[in-house]
Antibody, heavy 114, light 108 residues
Framework: EVHLVESGGGLVLPGGSLRLSCVAS????????MHWVRQAPGKGLEWVGR??NYADFVKGRFTISRDNAKNTLYLQMKSLSAEDTAVYYC?????????????WGHGTMVTVSS | DILMTQSPSSLSASVGDRVTITCRAS??????LNWYQHKPGEAPRLLIY???SLQSGVPPRFSGGGSGTDFTLTISSLQPEDFATYYC??????????FGQGTKVEIK
């Protein structure tokens, strides 16, 4: 069965850093594009990025990487602010879906607060 | 970035109702439009891809339509498990995907 499991979230001080991980199982990870999407409390889904492409709000603060040998996607975040408080999801782009995210993790919560 | 606008932002409906949600793109996106269902505490779920293709395992009461800039998601007969928030998403401007703001479907 196909699974994505995020981890690494938690409480971080404003200006701090955090690294999120997303472990994939049940499929050949290296064959798929993987993205990060977030949802702030009470807000909608917001695309974060893929590979070297990021949403404007990232402003050079986030870095996405992957280790295909470990079936793991990463999101390194720095200079965090309260506006980055959100559930962070990793999502897989399906091969037949014309860019649709066909598999999602359950997310990991990041809270930026003093 | 391509702006995606959904309407309505929320709606109240009863079990058995036919529900239609619309999504408009700020520029032509052909049929690169996908729909998701999201319930609190759960992973989002892909319902429709490429505007009208039903994702495997999704009940046929869900359908999608449209092309260009205007799209619809229709639930033909609302079921109790369908109360959720629905999002459209464009995948035309690879890889800068954008979502609509969401439509919350609530029980009347």
């Amino acid at each position: 069965e196909v699974h994505l499991v995020e981890s690494g979230g938690g409480l971080v001080l404003p200006g701090g850093s955090l690294r999120l991980s997303c472990v994939a199982s049940g499929f050949t990870f290296s064959n798929y594009w993987m993205h990060w999407v977030r949802q702030a409390p009470g807000k909608g889904l917001e695309w974060v990025g893929r590979s070297t492409n990021y949403a404007d709000f990232v402003k050079g603060r986030f870095t996405i990487s992957r280790d295909n040998a470990k079936n793991t996607l990463y999101l390194q975040m720095k200079s965090l602010s309260a506006e980055d408080t959100a559930v962070y999801y990793c999502a897989r782009v399906g091969v037949a879906g014309e860019g649709a995210f066909d598999v999602w993790g359950h997310g990991t919560m990041v809270t930026v607060s003093s | 970035d391509i702006l995606m606008t959904q309407s309505p932002s929320s709606l109240s409906a009863s079990v058995g109702d036919r529900v239609t949600i619309t999504c408009r793109a700020s520029q032509i996106i052909d049929r690169y439009l996908n729909w998701y269902q999201h319930k609190p505490g759960e992973a989002p779920r892909l319902l429709i891809y490429a505007a009208s293709s039903l994702q495997s395992g999704v009940p046929p009461r869900f359908s999608g339509g449209g092309s260009g800039t205007d799209f619809t998601l229709t639930i033909s007969s609302l079921q109790p498990e369908d109360f959720a928030t629905y999002y459209c998403q464009q995948s035309y401007s690879t890889p800068r995907w954008t979502f609509g703001q969401g439509t919350k479907v609530e029980i009347k």
